[in-house]
C-alpha cells in the first residue's frame, strides 16, 4: 500500500512539475482568439489566390497581388515589424523556376498579443504569441496560375521558420504546426 502511494505522488508531482515547467508541444492548442489571428492572416493569402472576381494571375501578377497582401520580405532585410492585435503574413522565398510553369513561396504567419496572456504575479506558461511556416507550391498553365497546394508538415517538406522572423515576434511565442490552423 506504502508502495502504491508512493507512486501516486511521485506521479502527481512529475505532473506538476511538466506544467509549472511550461512544457508544450508544437501540436498544443492555441487560445481561441490568436488561432482566429492566424487563421485570417493565412486566409488574406489564400483569398489573392482563390478570387473568382479575377482572372487567373500571371507568376509577375500573383507576387504584385501577394505583397499587396501580406509583408513580402527578403531574408537579408531586416525582420518586418509585427501587429500585437492581429495576424500578420509574412511572403518570402518567392521562386519561378525555368520557363515560368511552377513556383513556390515560404509563408510565415504570426498571431497577435494574447491580451490574456499572463496576470502579474502568476506564472503562464502560455505562449504570448504564436507562428507557424510552410512553403506554398504554385502551378502554372499558359502562363496564369493554375492551381496551389500547401508542402507536407512532415519529413524533408516540413520548414524551418526562419530564425530573423521568430526573434523579432519577441520571448514567449511557440511554433505551431501548420495542420492545427487548418479549419
Aim: net charge negative.
Amino acid at each position: 500500500m506504502r508502495l502504491v502511494m508512493r507512486a501516486a505522488l511521485a506521479l502527481a508531482a512529475l505532473g506538476v512539475i511538466a506544467s509549472v515547467s511550461g512544457c508544450s508541444s508544437a501540436s498544443d492548442p492555441v487560445e481561441p482568439a490568436m488561432s482566429r489571428q492566424l487563421d485570417a492572416a493565412e486566409s488574406v493569402v489564400y483569398s489573392v489566390m482563390t478570387d473568382p472576381t479575377t482572372s487567373a494571375p500571371t507568376p509577375e501578377a500573383l507576387l504584385d497581388r501577394l505583397s499587396a497582401a501580406a509583408i513580402l520580405w527578403d531574408a537579408e532585410e531586416d525582420a518586418p515589424s509585427f501587429s500585437e492585435d492581429e495576424g500578420t503574413p509574412v511572403l518570402y522565398n518567392y521562386q519561378m523556376d525555368a520557363g515560368d510553369k511552377d513556383g513556390a513561396f515560404d509563408l510565415f504567419v504570426a498571431s497577435g498579443i494574447d491580451k490574456h496572456h499572463s496576470i502579474p504575479g502568476w506564472f503562464d506558461s502560455r505562449p504570448i504569441r504564436v507562428y507557424t511556416c510552410y512553403r506554398i507550391e504554385v502551378s502554372f498553365e499558359a502562363g496564369t496560375l493554375s492551381d496551389f497546394r500547401r508542402s507536407h508538415d512532415y519529413g524533408e517538406d516540413q520548414l524551418t521558420c526562419p530564425p530573423k522572423l521568430v526573434s523579432a515576434l519577441g520571448d514567449g511565442a511557440q511554433y505551431r504546426e501548420p495542420w492545427i490552423f487548418d479549419g
